[in-house]
């Protein structure tokens, strides 16, 4: 939606704090602020421990969910949050049915379903770009949910509020990213919302041709987060004894150029018990899933792993997320 | 009477754009947007390459009869042509100009990034830069994708 009207509709969210995300659109995580996200936090954890109750509050409002892209988890929880918080959702999941597949733009697309009334649109697109160009064609507010290679910022919601509630903190919090830094969208949305907190240190995992695109960069060190870059092997198993958190990432074998490129990175690193030896016997291991082979399947049985429960914090946080930006009753 | 003011004659209203590196003014007649100079049919363009300089060795001038170069047009060529000079002509009177540096860059300048909303087939998307000066680089406002200046001449729109 237009800036000009984004936080127009301030109001007061279920736990008694102004809510400073009614009628926004979440974009980027840069956009929003640690406030912003400790709101979401705070909802999603009364709703997770049953204090606050969020059912039938988007009676009578209609979400549009537009996925021109695959997805499981962020499509299944966006709509099943939707439902039970009562709204009626529109969903175009499988573009090979709908006009896009006739070539019709992102603009019509958006242009034409809010012809509908709907309330809020939730899009994933391959293009980067997509969630800020719909949110100015847009008069409702746009969630990003997957924007190309660009950024993912409600999987970087629930990846923050899990380091929080299994670390206790996030403030101070040493993180590994391992893996295809470069094409994954996860990554530079966490890396956005982690420089919101204090003390963070952030080391990239990866080989070269991998390794995290020089706007990431550029936007930590501009605001003062330490990070390190790990190339090699052995500088990998230097870094774990020093890791709070490793978050692994599936290499986008999809977003690649040039297909001889995947070839010479494919399977360059897997994520197995004996890697997890360097690592303190406390490391947490996210993913935000599908995983492919990069992450073995022995770890599933280690107390190091956190990617399930990580997945299932996407219903709370896309439940408190709606909720939020809707402006929902209480 | 210098030898390059006798390969054409002084303009006696317009702009002239002097100390173009060498072989670059067809940049600075992509970057004022050839198509919209087109549309005025009062205005010549004379560009001259290759012209001995004391300042620069070698370098281009263009010289644009009837055509006042805007304040945000005068932003980018100095961005992106860093030893750029302007002078405006009015009524064969030399008026030098120095231009601020532009926040902002609207349309003109493809992004590099082909998979960024603007680079998509038919979306009426128009690029728009945020200049990171003090880095050397324009970051697209759609998809964060950073652009080195030296390197906008080569994804020039037209």
């Known amino acids: 939606m237009p800036s000009s009207l984004s936080g127009g509709r301030e109001g007061v969210s279920p736990l008694g704090l102004k809510n400073t995300l009614a009628g926004r659109d979440i974009i980027s995580c840069r956009d929003l602020s640690r406030e912003d996200a400790e709101l979401v936090f705070r909802l999603a954890e009364e709703v997770n421990s049953g204090t606050i109750h969020l059912e039938d509050t988007l009676v009578g409002r209609k979400v549009a969910l ?4 695959p997805s499981t988890r962020t499509f299944q929880s966006f709509y099943v949050a939707a439902r039970s918080l009562g709204a009626e959702v529109l969903s175009i999941h499988d573009p090979a049915v709908s006009s896009i597949a006739k070539g019709e733009t992102l603009y019509d697309t958006v242009k034409m379903i809010e012809g509908y009334g709907v309330d809020c649109i939730v899009l994933r697109h391959p293009a980067r770009g997509s ?9 409702v507010p746009v969630i990003n949910a997957g924007s190309g290679s660009q950024e993912h910022p409600t999987q970087a919601l629930l990846d923050v509020f899990t380091i929080k509630s299994k670390l206790g903190r996030v ?6 990213m391992l893996g295809d830094l470069r094409y994954s969208r996860t990554i530079p949305s966490l890396c956005y919302l982690l420089a919101k907190y204090n003390g963070v240190e952030i080391f990239f995992m990866a080989p070269h041709l991998l390794q995290v695109r020089r706007e990431v960069e550029l936007y930590l060190s501009e605001r003062g987060v330490t990070y390190r870059k790990a190339v090699e092997a052995d500088e990998i198993k230097e870094v774990m004894p020093e890791l709070d958190v490793l978050y692994v990432t599936r290499i986008q074998k999809e977003r690649f150029p040039d297909p001889t490129e995947y070839e010479r990175v494919r399977g360059s690193y897997v994520v197995d018990a004996k890697l997890l030896s360097y690592g303190r016997s406390d ?10 082979d990069e992450l073995s399947p022995e770890v599933d049985k ?3 792993a956190w990617y399930f429960e990580q997945a299932r914090n996407g219903l709370p946080i896309r439940k408190a997320l709606l909720h939020l930006v809707l402006g929902g009753a209480e | 009477m210098s030898s390059e003011s006798l390969l054409v004659r002084k303009i006696d ?19 004022l947007n050839l198509e919209s100079l087109k549309q005025n049919p009062d205005v010549s363009v004379i560009v001259l390459h290759n012209v001995p300089s004391k300042k620069l060795g070698r370098k281009d001038i263009v010289k644009l009869y009837h ?17 750029i000079t302007i002078n405006y002509i009015r009524d064969w009177k030399v008026e030098k100009h120095s231009p ?3 926040e902002k860059i609207v349309g003109k300048i493809r992004c590099p990034e082909t998979t960024c909303i603007t680079n998509v087939e038919r979306e009426p998307a128009t690029t728009r830069y945020i200049v990171m000066k003090e880095h050397g680089v324009i970051a697209c406002e759609y998809c964060d994708t950073l652009l080195e200046i030296e390197r906008i001449p080569d994804f020039l729109i037209g």
Do not use: C
């Open chain 1, 66 to 69: 537009i996925f021109v892209e």
């Open chain 1, 131 to 139: 969630a800020r160009f719909a949110a100015e064609a847009a008069s």
């Open chain 1, 283 to 292: 490391l947490g291991v996210m993913h935000p899933l599908p995983r492919v």
């Open chain 1, 171 to 176: 403030d101070g919090a040493k993180i590994g």
């Open chain 2, 100 to 102: 601020g540096l532009p």
């Open chain 1, 302 to 304: 280690l107390p190091n």
């Open chain 2, 13 to 31: 209203w317009g702009t002239v754009l002097d100390h173009i590196p060498a072989w670059k003014g067809d940049q600075v007649i992509k970057l």
């Open chain 2, 67 to 83: 055509y006042m170069v805007s304040e945000d047009e005068a932003k980018i060529l100095a961005l992106v042509l860093p030893q």
